[in-house]
């Protein structure tokens, strides 16, 4: 039977400027396409379980205001719970500046939180029972950080597997890592939290055990060009990043962190879950966007064959 997957975390409308090339600091550079969607990490990896097949329901919160509504009209569409999208009386829904280079699909992005900056005790309270009944929470650094350590306390209590993506990357201290069971940071936020320099596998390996010493159960750290990396009490495996036609790799965290989850929800184990994080990311990057980028189940199922049978 599927695990409940409960993601807490962001709502940010993402605005997206595509160029030949990213500005350097005091430069202007013409750009040459914008867009505007629904984005924030918690809210795409929320759409990449959901969209994998996840039986998922997002908390966070917008402002009263025409951003906020992206949210919930993107939400209808997709058929996802909207009953924990909660609405801040007085704060604006958060947006993300994005600058996407047209010609290595890298970006540059600035994030202000907004109303998912704002998140309250008492909004974490009316969330509390769902939060108990999960089976898999996934968290992120998005969202105001007394808000997330309260939602940590009350999942690890209940003893609900906490799945924790650092990102943005910021510092957390032992009292929290040591309730996390799963963390799956990049390579720059496996650095911040551990003080390892990754540039090979052997250093992944170093820098788990760091975690892992910590009291982090089980690490994923994903390496871009070098693919993914996972380590349990047991072993340690490092999967090769796919090669695909790559137009826009914003996302692609969130897209692996979704099909991560919902694989581990369905009870694959640690290493085929990696497998499938990396099929769910690799696909996120053929497609414009963050949130409309996700990949279907059917589409991740068709490249995980391909690549792993
Ligand atoms: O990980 C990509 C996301 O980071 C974007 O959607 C943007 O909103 C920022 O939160």
């Known amino acids: ?128 029972s769902l939060i108990e009944s999960a089976g898999i929470l996934l968290l992120q650094l998005e969202i105001n950080l007394d808000a997330l350590y309260k939602v940590i306390d009350i999942a690890h209590e209940a003893g609900v597997t906490i799945v924790l993506n650092p990102a943005p990357a910021a510092e957390l201290s032992d009292e929290v890592l040591r309730k996390i069971d799963i963390v799956t940071p990049n390579e720059t936020e496996a650095q911040v939290l551990t003080g390892v320099k990754i540039e090979n596998e052997a250093d992944a390996k170093k820098a788990a055990k760091v975690f892992m010493d910590k009291g982090v159960k089980e690490v994923v750290i994903t390496l871009g060009s070098l693919g993914a990396f996972a380590m349990d009490q047991e072993k340690s495996e490092l999967v090769e990043r796919l090669n695909v036609d790559a137009i826009d790799t914003t996302g692609a965290g969130d897209a692996f962190n979704g099909g991560f989850v919902m694989a581990l929800a369905e009870g694959k184990d640690l290493f085929t879950a990696l497998r499938y994080g990396n099929v769910t990311g690799a696909l996120s990057v053929t497609k414009l966007g963050t949130a409309p980028s996700m990949p279907s189940r059917e589409e991740i199922n068709a490249l995980y064959e391909k690549t792993y049978s």
Not at 32 to 38: C, K
Not at 78 to 103: H, P, Q, R, W
């Open 1 to 128: 039977m599927k695990k409940k997957v409960v993601v807490f975390g962001s709502f940010v409308v993402d605005l997206t400027g595509r160029t030949p090339r990213l500005p350097v600091p005091g430069e202007t550079v013409m750009g040459t396409s914008f867009a505007m969607g629904p984005g924030g990490k918690g809210s795409n990896q929320a759409v990449a379980a959901h969209r994998a097949g996840a039986d998922m329901t997002l908390v966070t919160k917008v402002g009263k205001d025409v951003f906020g509504t992206v949210a919930t009209d993107f939400y209808k569409e997709e058929g996802m719970d909207t009953s924990y999208i909660f609405e801040d009386e007085s704060k604006e829904t958060g947006c993300a500046l994005i600058s996407v280079d047209e010609n290595t699909a890298q970006n540059e992005i600035v994030v202000i939180s907004g109303a998912c900056g704002n998140i309250t005790p008492e909004d974490v309270e009316k969330s509390r």
